[in-house]
């Protein structure tokens, strides 16, 4: 939950930068979606494993602050990994979203009086969050299962744990059904969870 909220804050940034086209960074950003739309996330973390300690090493002796590259948890390369991975999907499931907004409700907002963030607030982001809710829930379940290439950089999830159960008891067939079931019972709640609250969402603004 924590890398798909933090992605929906580096997405929003990443929207924000491209839709005002703020000089050079939105340059670079229509690079960096292409990047991370073309590169597998197991690339990425393997990536991310060697060049992250090298650059807080580099940025840290140039500021003459001590640092231990090898006291990085991995969990939190593992976390901004997919966090910048998935941000570029969720920019265009708000860029989407927004545009899919009347403009003609802006427009009558703004002739009652209304000012661009109530505008935002009270018109637009209502029917882009109901708009945008089923990709971002679908966005989660990617990170569910996304997160099952963690234990090749020691960080313990489900697959993590069944690899190491069935090395134990040398039944790795029963261990690693068991997470198949377990994601899929694990997906198929938060579907039912998401398909109520969508609901709710739709019957409140309706």
């Known amino acids: ?76 390369i593992v976390i901004l990994t997919f966090s910048i991975s998935l941000s570029v999907f969720q920019s265009e499931i708000i860029r989407g979203a927004i545009l899919s907004v009347d403009q003609g409700q802006n427009e009558a907002a703004h002739s009652l009086g209304y000012s661009f963030w109530q505008t935002f607030r009270k018109v637009t982001l209502p029917q882009a969050l109901i708009a945008a809710f089923p990709d971002i829930m679908n966005s989660l379940l990617v990170i569910i299962k996304g ?8 960080v313990i999830d489900i697959l993590g744990q069944a690899k190491l159960l069935g090395g134990f008891t040398q039944r790795y067939l029963e261990a690693f059904a068991a997470a198949a079931i377990i994601y899929w019972v694990l997906c198929v709640l938060l579907t039912k969870i998401a398909n109520k609250i969508e609901f709710k969402m739709r019957e409140g603004f309706n």
């Open 1 to 76: 939950m924590f890398i798909l909220l933090l992605a929906l804050i580096m997405g929003a940034f990443i929207y924000l930068i491209v839709h005002y086209k703020v000089p050079i960074l939105s340059q670079v950003i229509v690079v960096l979606q292409s990047f991370l739309r073309g590169t597998p996330n197991v690339v990425l973390l393997f990536f991310m494993f060697a060049a992250l300690p090298e650059l807080l090493t580099s940025i840290t002796e140039s500021l003459g602050i001590p640092f231990d590259a090898n006291k990085i948890e991995p969990v939190f």
């Open 147 to 154: 997160l099952s290439l963690a234990y090749l950089f020691t």
